[in-house]
């Protein structure tokens, strides 16, 4: 059986700007990073159906340090959908973005295909830094 992870998170942004950080690989840099270390993750992510990515960071004695990816859905600026591969795992990764009105966005990530709680446990953990660091990119 697959477990799903759904989180979401609210910012006071425009849908414009919260798509941009989303999908642009400069600002990508800047909030996904390695949760241990705080450097920045390079990246060649794309909004383009079919693109083949790639996140990486310093290996270490638990991980290569590389999240592999395919874009699936880019429909701007409501949602993107990619594959997230790493350490065994294959994931999807759907963002889906709401205007809220009065300058709020609503973020809501789903992730399928753990494994185990303890996988998820840790993307919860993992997803939670890196939207803290998203936001301090929004403002």
Request: proline fraction near 2%; charge should be negative; hydrophobic fraction near 40%.
């Amino acid at each position: 059986m697959s477990l799903v992870l759904s989180l979401d998170f609210q910012y006071t942004t425009s849908i414009e700007k919260l798509w941009s950080a989303l999908t642009d690989s400069s600002k990508l840099a800047k909030w996904v990073v390695n949760i241990h270390n705080g450097q920045a993750m390079d990246n060649d992510f794309e909004p383009v159906v079919g693109h083949r990515f790639q996140f990486r960071t310093q290996p270490s004695e638990y991980w290569d340090g590389i999240i592999d990816g395919e874009v699936l859905i880019v429909d701007a600026p409501n949602r993107v959908s990619y594959t997230w591969a790493s350490g065994g795992e294959n994931h999807t990764v759907t963002w889906t973005l709401q205007d809220l009105g009065d300058g709020k966005v609503n973020l809501h990530l789903e992730q399928t295909g753990f494994a185990n709680a303890q996988g998820l446990e840790g993307a919860r953990y993992g997803w939670g830094k890196w939207c803290g660091e998203l936001e301090k990119v929004l403002a």
